[in-house]
């Protein structure tokens, strides 16, 4: 079928115009080209690429998929867990990380604290010791929020990316950075 498509990925899948207004396809990338209506994925791809888009292997590329959610998953633990931070604290520079243990740490302060009573002898990372207040244990939360919330919006980004690859190519393609 002679159709105005645009490709829209390497393996062929494109967008078709439906439409009859000639000009606004053609200023918007699309061009008249032979497709086919693939009735497995409800899609179209262009007839040249289709072949090779029928012949993937998708137990190879679902195991590509798995090994690359593994590697997220890795790498996101180790930036999220591996991190320090500074803050102010009763007038001291106070250093933190963002270890398991910390945040355990960290909530296990936070309800004494909410009790009205200090949470005493905090060793921070850089040694000094505090008799912690409710605020100065909110101030550690929201900088630790901080801190690690955009890797965790990093992370849907990166699975979703993952999942929406076609190819073991695509997958493979697929750099994580955090």
Do not use: H
Request: proline fraction near 1%; glycine fraction near 4%.
């Amino acid at each position: 079928m002679l159709i105005y498509a645009k490709e829209i990925s390497e393996n062929g899948l494109c967008n078709i115009g439906t439409g009859t207004d000639e000009s606004y396809y053609l200023e918007n990338g699309y061009s008249l080209q032979e497709v086919v209506f693939n009735k497995y994925d409800n899609n179209f791809y262009l007839s040249d690429k289709f072949d090779l888009y029928m012949n993937i292997d998708l137990e190879n590329v679902q195991k590509a998929k798995a090994s690359k959610l593994e590697e997220n998953k890795r790498k996101l633990q180790e930036k999220r867990y591996g991190q320090t931070f500074s803050a102010v604290l009763q007038g001291q520079e106070c250093l933190f990380d963002t270890s398991e243990e910390t945040q355990r740490d960290l909530q296990t302060a936070a309800l004494v604290a909410a009790t009205g009573i200090t949470y005493d002898d905090w060793a921070t990372n850089n040694g000094i010791t505090l008799n912690l207040t409710y605020q100065d244990i909110q101030t550690v939360f929201s900088l630790f929020y901080q801190l690690v919330s955009p890797l965790y919006q990093k992370d849907l980004e990166y699975k979703e990316l993952i999942e929406n690859s076609q190819t073991v190519n695509e997958v493979e393609n697929i750099e994580i950075i955090y």
